[in-house]
């Protein structure tokens, strides 16, 4: 049995991870993503990510543009606005919380 810490699949940090569905559950009951993926699908297409990065997803794009355009890790991985923020966290110290911004 192995005692390795995970690790966010974004920023490689190990941190208390949560769950970040690639298909956002908001669309599951949506026609088109119902055309597109399978149930099974849907309910495993998950990836495990830290909150400043899980947050930083959610800010970013809106749920149709995750469900259509960003429903993969590699996707995600690409966007320049993820890679500048993926690349900035990853150099902070475990439990950092970066300050939301304003709204």
Sequence with gaps: MSNTTPVCA??????RLTRHHLIPRT????RRTRQNYSLAELQTRIILVCRPCHYHIHRVFTEKQLER?????EALCH????QRFIGW?????VGF???????
């Design 10 to 15: 974004l920023c490689g940090r190990p941190e």
């Design 27 to 30: 669309r599951h009951r949506n």
């Design 69 to 73: 355009d960003y429903n993969s890790l």
């Design 79 to 82: 966007h320049p606005e993820m």
């Design 89 to 93: 966290i990853a150099t902070k110290p």
């Design 97 to 103: 919380k970066p300050k939301s911004p304003r709204r």
